[in-house]
């Protein structure tokens, strides 16, 4: 019977339909008519492998249109609906047997896609809405196994990316189904593909008004209550908050809330880093939401806390180029914050420096290019002086962390390197020509403060001594005279000597 419906779905052309001498449209009420097609699904369970294989096949190649002229796109829509309603009919029966079937449904899928008279619209919109409640069945008991629930990701992938306007065709059930996941099934979700795509598809959700408030909500209720936060999820997790703070209309206290919790998120970091340390075995134990296997795939050692806090960096760092000034003030701050917090991840020397050069600096030179870009524009007065009032908490926040790791930063091999690079910074600050606005008082004000800080500390730990075979007094010294010289004699009295 199995191979006798197999054999109709999948005729290989119209001619062999007119053979038999039926229609198309006949041709399929006979086929569900003498197959008893209710009776067919609701015992495939019991179908050896090959012949659930056979109907799989035969119903994914029918729903792409294999032997099969549509009259209208009504036609079209329906006969294709009604495949992959049988599709996720079949597989719901045979979730038991999951992974033995999906790769070579998987396999079909690709095939089909490559027919010289594929459409993926209906056929990827059809085959989302399917897979979607195939992932459901699949993530609502916890698996031990993950295949199935990277097979059935794999798929979802697919089929967006046939067609990526069904994503905005879509958005409104992707969003649903995606706010489903991570409220009713995120203690399930165990793979890097599926938390990676199911935060990637959320981020979509933020480009339509219309989904944009049930996606921001399901991030924000996903990241405030933190229990499913894990290692395996933290990246994509930042990434897909970046993403709805970058959106140019949403609303400010969603974004400072997103900023908020990306502070926050610094705890789980040190979280993770103590776990580490505190196993016997430098694994994962009851805090960890991945298993060991997972875990020991992302890094085995502690250098995946300092991997991910630069990641939460660089996000909270491109967030202080916003357009509006609240929003950039804020991202900084909340910069600040994760350094505060982040204190206990025991930063190494090389650490410190490589924080500072790829977060603290990057930020600290991208504020101040984007303040001199606006000042080279006509009428941009209001947007310079705003860049000019992030840019002074940015010089302040450097002058902070500095001072927070001011013993270990000064044992790096780099340190001589880094000092540098931090007067050079100041000195362009204090510097900041502004064409026609003026000059940056804000800046000249500030800076000499911020260096007479630094240096006191320096002197006072014995960082910055006058001896013969260190030039750092020197150079120092001299710098200073260029940047500041109102404070020269105070911060080098001996120099007068």
């Known amino acids: 019977m199995i191979n006798r419906f197999s054999h109709f779905m999948s005729l290989e052309s119209a001619e062999d339909a007119v053979s038999l001498g039926i229609s198309e449209f006949e041709q399929n009420l006979k086929v569900i008519k003498q197959c008893r097609i209710g009776n067919i699904f609701s015992n495939s369970s019991k179908f050896p492998e090959e012949a659930l294989l056979n109907l799989g096949r035969s119903l994914i190649y029918a729903a792409a249109g294999k032997g099969q002229k549509f009259s ?4 079209e829509e329906e006969t294709v609906g009604f495949c992959w309603d049988v599709i996720v009919a079949i597989t719901m029966a045979n979730c038991q047997r999951f992974q033995t079937f999906w790769h070579s449904f998987h396999d079909y899928l690709i095939v089909v896609a490559q027919f010289p008279m594929f459409s993926p619209i209906p056929f990827a919109e059809k085959a989302i809405a399917g897979l979607f409640k195939i992932c459901f069945k699949i993530l609502g008991t916890f698996q031990p196994e993950k295949i199935p629930e990277e097979l059935i990701f794999k798929s979802i992938n697919l089929m967006w990316k046939l067609e990526k306007e069904i994503l905005d065709s879509c958005c409104d059930f992707i969003t649903q189904s995606l706010n489903k996941i991570l409220t009713e099934y995120p203690a399930n979700l165990q793979t890097q593909l599926g938390w990676k795509s199911v935060l990637h598809l959320l981020q979509v959700s933020g480009r ?28 994509y997790c930042i990434d897909c908050a970046f993403s709805f703070i970058a959106l140019k209309n949403s609303p400010l206290e969603k974004n400072i809330k997103i900023l908020d919790l990306l502070a926050e998120s610094a705890n789980l970091l040190v979280e993770w880093y103590r776990n580490y340390y505190s196993d016997p075995a430098n694994s994962y ?15 085995s050692s502690c250098s995946f806390a300092m991997n991910l806090f630069v990641k939460l960096g660089e996000v909270l760092r491109k967030s202080s180029l916003a357009r509006r000034e609240e929003l950039r003030n804020h991202a900084v701050l909340s910069l600040q914050k994760s350094f505060r917090i982040a204190e206990a991840l025991d930063f190494t020397p090389v650490n410190c420096i490589n924080c500072f050069n790829l977060v603290v600096f990057a930020m600290v030179d991208d504020l101040h290019e984007k303040m001199l ?8 007065e209001r947007e310079t002086r705003s860049m000019e009032a992030t840019l002074k ?29 931090v007067l050079r910074r100041m000195d362009t600050c204090m510097k900041a020509d502004l064409g026609g606005y003026g000059e940056s008082t804000v800046l000249q004000e500030l800076v000499p ?14 960082i910055l001594v006058q001896k013969e075979d260190d030039d750092l007094w020197e150079i120092t010294h001299i710098q200073i005279q260029w940047i500041a010289p109102a404070i020269k004699d105070e911060l080098f009295p001996e120099e007068n000597l």
Not at 72 to 75: D, G, R
Not at 373 to 380: G, K, P, T
Not at 396 to 419: A, D, H, M
């Open 72 to 75: 209208t796109a009504v036609e």
């Open 285 to 299: 134990g009851a805090h960890s939401n991945s298993s060991l296997d997972e875990a020991r795939g992302i890094g």
């Open 449 to 462: 403060d911020l260096l007479r800080q630094m240096i006191t500390m320096m002197k006072e730990r014995e």
């Open 208 to 235: 339509h008004t219309e989904t944009y408030e049930l996606g921001v909500e399901t991030l924000i209720q996903f990241m405030s209550d933190g229990t499913h936060v894990s290692r395996i999820n933290y990246a």
């Open 393 to 421: 908490i940015a010089l302040k926040l450097l002058t902070e962390v500095y001072l927070q790791f001011s013993i270990q930063i000064p044992q790096s091999p780099g340190f001589r390197t880094f000092w540098l690079g």
């Open 373 to 380: 870009e606006y000042s080279r524009r006509e009428h941009a």
